[in-house]
């Protein structure tokens, strides 16, 4: 199973054992049946354009045929990104263009997936000696990697593959935002803070969150 993020609509792809198991936990979700690539060529440009909040299900035989139909629409661009925490617990987070994300960024070439991951870090929060932890799990067949989609200045369709893993930070820094990236602010925020966080941040920045900490999304 793959969850991909247009925007407000969350695109899950599954074969016949991901759509039994996705049933169980949604009430609700449009269905639609994958026979060949025309179907995301007739209807990805839709769902660029809407603003509803919904989860459409695409099943496949193959989950790997479905997976690579839908790629073939993008350019993929590579990223890493971190769940980074101090020792009360408490996650990193960044401000940026009017909503609460999570510090990442593109792979340069030369460069590891983590390498990536703690670079793009420590740059945009302003903060070095990060300890590296795991790859964050979630339990899906794209395991530590979310999806989402997006139209770059040129008007070319991306797919950002942004790998996650969990930091540790116990330094006293002072948190610097790095401003030529549009961010605003660095904080710590607590669980406590997450339902009000989440009012005002991203899909997939929401999931990620919510698988690590084994929160139960509403």
């Known amino acids: 199973m793959y969850k991909i993020y247009i925007n407000n609509i969350q695109l899950i792809l ?10 169980e936990k949604l009430d609700r979700f449009q269905f639609l049946k994958f026979k060949d690539s025309d179907l995301f060529k007739d209807n990805i440009a839709l769902w660029e354009s809407s603003t509803e909040t919904r989860t459409i299900c695409i099943k496949g035989d193959s989950l790997k045929i479905l997976f690579n139909a839908f790629c073939s629409n993008y350019k993929i ?8 925490l101090n020792p009360d617990k408490e996650l990193l987070m960044i401000y940026r263009l009017g909503k609460w994300d999570l510090p990442k960024g593109h792979q340069e070439k030369g460069e590891t997936i983590e390498e990536t991951a ?32 997006y139209i770059s200045k040129k008007g070319k369709r991306i797919l950002k ?8 930070y116990n330094q ?25 966080v989440f009012q005002n941040s ?7 969150i919510s698988t690590y900490f084994k929160i139960e999304k509403s």
């Open 77 to 84: 661009h590579p990223a890493g990104g971190g769940l980074v």
């Open 202 to 208: 991203y899909p997939s920045v929401i999931d990620i």
């Open 118 to 149: 703690l670079r793009e870090v420590e740059e945009e929060c302003g903060i070095t000696k990060l300890k590296l932890g795991k790859a964050v799990n979630q339990k899906l067949k794209q395991k530590n990697i979310t999806y989402h989609t």
């Open 172 to 196: 006293n820094e002072t948190l610097v935002p790095q401003t030529e990236e549009d961010i605003e602010k660095v904080e710590w925020i607590t669980q406590e803070q997450f339902p009000a």
């Open 14 to 23: 599954c074969d016949s054992e991901g759509f039994m198991r996705l049933i």
């Open 161 to 168: 593959q942004t790998f996650w893993y969990e930091m540790f």
